[in-house]
Protein backbone atom coordinates (compact mmCIF):
# COMPACT_ATOMS: atom_id res chain seq x y z
CA UNK A 1 0.00 0.00 0.00
CA UNK A 2 1.18 3.69 -0.61
CA UNK A 3 -0.63 6.71 0.03
CA UNK A 4 0.30 9.56 -1.82
CA UNK A 5 0.09 13.75 -0.88
CA UNK A 6 0.34 16.48 -3.55
CA UNK A 7 1.32 19.67 -3.00
CA UNK A 8 2.04 22.68 -5.13
CA UNK A 9 -0.91 23.67 -7.32
CA UNK A 10 -1.86 27.18 -7.53
CA UNK A 11 -3.12 30.44 -9.22
CA UNK A 12 -0.42 31.78 -11.82
CA UNK A 13 -0.44 33.27 -15.00
CA UNK A 14 0.21 32.79 -18.37
CA UNK A 15 4.33 31.85 -18.98
CA UNK A 16 4.76 31.38 -15.47
CA UNK A 17 6.10 28.10 -13.81
CA UNK A 18 4.78 25.78 -11.09
CA UNK A 19 6.47 23.08 -9.73
CA UNK A 20 4.14 20.09 -8.29
CA UNK A 21 5.18 17.56 -5.36
CA UNK A 22 4.01 14.07 -4.24
CA UNK A 23 4.85 12.48 -1.28
CA UNK A 24 4.38 8.83 -0.46
CA UNK A 25 4.17 6.99 2.38
CA UNK A 26 5.62 3.61 3.05
CA UNK A 27 9.18 2.68 2.52
CA UNK A 28 9.18 1.25 -0.54
CA UNK A 29 8.87 4.25 -2.68
CA UNK A 30 11.48 3.20 -5.07
CA UNK A 31 9.61 0.06 -6.20
CA UNK A 32 6.96 1.94 -7.69
CA UNK A 33 6.34 3.80 -10.89
CA UNK A 34 5.46 7.09 -10.68
CA UNK A 35 3.27 9.57 -12.64
CA UNK A 36 1.40 12.22 -13.18
CA UNK A 37 -2.43 12.72 -14.96
CA UNK A 38 -4.09 15.99 -15.31
CA UNK A 39 -8.49 15.95 -15.83
CA UNK A 40 -9.82 19.51 -16.88
CA UNK A 41 -13.62 20.02 -16.18
CA UNK A 42 -15.90 18.63 -18.57
CA UNK A 43 -12.71 16.78 -19.79
CA UNK A 44 -11.45 13.22 -19.88
CA UNK A 45 -8.59 12.40 -17.75
CA UNK A 46 -5.37 13.30 -19.39
CA UNK A 47 -1.60 11.70 -19.23
CA UNK A 48 0.77 13.96 -18.50
CA UNK A 49 4.25 12.45 -17.14
CA UNK A 50 5.70 8.81 -16.24
CA UNK A 51 8.88 8.23 -14.29
CA UNK A 52 10.19 4.68 -14.26
CA UNK A 53 11.10 3.03 -10.51
CA UNK A 54 15.18 4.54 -10.56
CA UNK A 55 14.19 7.53 -12.42
CA UNK A 56 16.21 6.38 -15.61
CA UNK A 57 13.43 6.80 -17.94
CA UNK A 58 10.76 9.29 -18.57
CA UNK A 59 7.50 9.36 -20.76
CA UNK A 60 5.51 12.90 -21.69
CA UNK A 61 3.03 13.69 -23.24
CA UNK A 62 3.26 15.91 -26.58
CA UNK A 63 1.15 18.57 -25.21
CA UNK A 64 3.77 18.94 -22.58
CA UNK A 65 6.96 17.69 -24.07
CA UNK A 66 9.92 20.26 -23.62
CA UNK A 67 7.72 22.21 -20.78
CA UNK A 68 7.42 19.89 -18.19
CA UNK A 69 9.81 18.14 -16.29
CA UNK A 70 9.15 14.75 -13.94
CA UNK A 71 11.60 13.93 -11.72
CA UNK A 72 11.58 11.39 -8.31
CA UNK A 73 14.07 11.75 -5.10
CA UNK A 74 14.09 8.04 -3.73
CA UNK A 75 15.31 9.33 -0.64
CA UNK A 76 12.88 12.04 0.14
CA UNK A 77 9.84 9.26 -1.35
CA UNK A 78 8.94 12.43 -3.68
CA UNK A 79 7.99 12.54 -7.16
CA UNK A 80 8.40 16.23 -9.06
CA UNK A 81 6.53 18.07 -11.91
CA UNK A 82 8.12 21.31 -13.00
CA UNK A 83 5.85 22.93 -15.24
CA UNK A 84 7.20 25.87 -17.58
CA UNK A 85 5.47 28.41 -19.84
CA UNK A 86 2.14 27.46 -18.17
CA UNK A 87 -0.77 27.71 -20.67
CA UNK A 88 -4.75 28.06 -19.84
CA UNK A 89 -5.04 24.85 -21.25
CA UNK A 90 -2.95 23.38 -18.39
CA UNK A 91 -5.20 24.07 -16.51
CA UNK A 92 -7.07 20.83 -14.70
CA UNK A 93 -6.02 18.97 -11.25
CA UNK A 94 -3.34 16.92 -11.51
CA UNK A 95 -3.13 13.55 -9.90
CA UNK A 96 0.27 11.77 -8.60
CA UNK A 97 -0.11 8.12 -9.21
CA UNK A 98 1.76 4.92 -8.81
CA UNK A 99 2.26 1.36 -9.63
CA UNK A 100 4.65 -1.41 -8.35
CA UNK A 101 3.77 -3.26 -12.23
CA UNK A 102 3.10 -0.38 -14.32
CA UNK A 103 4.96 2.60 -16.02
CA UNK A 104 3.46 4.27 -18.90
CA UNK A 105 0.45 5.79 -20.11
CA UNK A 106 -2.67 4.42 -19.44
CA UNK A 107 -4.19 5.81 -16.26
CA UNK A 108 -6.47 2.71 -15.09
CA UNK A 109 -2.91 0.68 -15.18
CA UNK A 110 -1.83 2.86 -11.87
CA UNK A 111 -2.98 1.52 -8.25
CA UNK A 112 -2.25 3.96 -6.52
CA UNK A 113 -4.05 8.07 -6.89
CA UNK A 114 -3.29 11.22 -4.71
CA UNK A 115 -6.27 13.07 -3.80
CA UNK A 116 -5.47 15.93 -6.69
CA UNK A 117 -4.09 19.51 -7.01
CA UNK A 118 -5.93 22.31 -8.95
CA UNK A 119 -3.76 24.32 -11.24
CA UNK A 120 -4.86 27.38 -12.46
CA UNK A 121 -3.58 29.01 -15.26
CA UNK A 122 -4.81 32.55 -16.21
CA UNK A 123 -4.62 34.39 -19.48
Known amino acids: QVQLVEFGGGLVQAGASLRLSCAASGRTFSSYAMGWFRQAPGKEREFVAAISRSGGSTSYADSVKGRFTISRDNAKNTVYLQMNRLTPEDTAVYYC????????????????WGQGTQVTVSS
Open 97 to 112: VADAKYYGSRYLEYDY
